[in-house]
């Protein structure tokens, strides 16, 4: 599982950059820049969704030994 998890930390991170190199800095809220905009909010938050299930697996796992 976290090998599972590191991965798909990995690929959002790598959705984070790619969108980043779409963004207009003149114009962030205009056409594809929105869409970046967006795509970085939604794969952040796509992180911290994982780092909290990583979190919450390594109190299980104490909770049960």
Known sequence: MKLFTNILIILAIGLIIFNVTLL?????????????????????CAVLILLIFRMSKKIEDKMKN
Not at 24 to 44: C, T
């Open 24 to 44: 207009d800095f003149q114009k962030p809220f205009e056409g594809d820049s929105a869409v970046a905009l967006i795509g970085i909010a939604a794969a952040f």
